[in-house]
């Protein structure tokens, strides 16, 4: 059982899968919106001192959600987000690749295959992230370039970002 807001992270390298653990002091509704709305997710998504700026969303089945991750020296990385499930409040599942502001994806880094689970506890919520890869190469590279670090960060912007909705 993990405590209040503290990221587990679990690394199966062998299957090729994290999976990520978080609970929110808030109402499921609150977190699903912060994890589907644009101008929400440009509030917490990326680690602090760098920020998402979305170009383009559309968070339906089949849309797309194109965003820019900006450091503190300017533009860093495009990703797109091309979402294929959505149950609302409950989960919704998305391939996440990095690619150009175009949103034409760079194939020099790993597709990652994204499930998220929406889950009303006594005190909040609780978000179970599993995240899939094609190969060991893929999920490697991801925890070498920080995700473990950055993603726990982003989750902490979460948890300051629901206090204030």
Not at 58 to 78: D, N
């Amino acid at each position: 059982m993990i405590t209040q807001k503290q990221t587990l992270v679990t690394k199966d390298v062998a299957n090729k899968k994290l999976v990520v653990v978080r609970e929110f002091d808030a109402p499921l509704e609150t977190v699903w919106q912060a994890w589907t709305d644009s101008d929400l997710l440009d509030k917490w998504w990326a680690p602090k001192p760098w920020k998402a700026e979305t170009k383009k969303m559309s968070f339906t089945e089949g849309g797309t959600w194109l965003y820019c991750m900006v450091g503190p020296e300017g533009p860093g990385h495009w990703c797109r987000a091309d979402f294929t499930t959505i149950n609302k409040n409950k989960s919704f599942s998305a391939t996440d690749t990095f690619c150009d502001e175009d949103g034409k994806i760079n194939p020099e880094f790993p597709a990652m295959y994204w499930n998220n689970a929406f889950t009303r506890t006594n005190t909040g919520t609780k978000v179970t992230i599993e995240i899939r890869f094609d190969d060991e190469a893929g999920i490697q590279k991801i925890l070498e370039m920080g995700f473990e670090e950055g993603f726990s960060a982003a989750l902490g912007n979460l948890d300051e970002l629901v206090e204030t909705l």
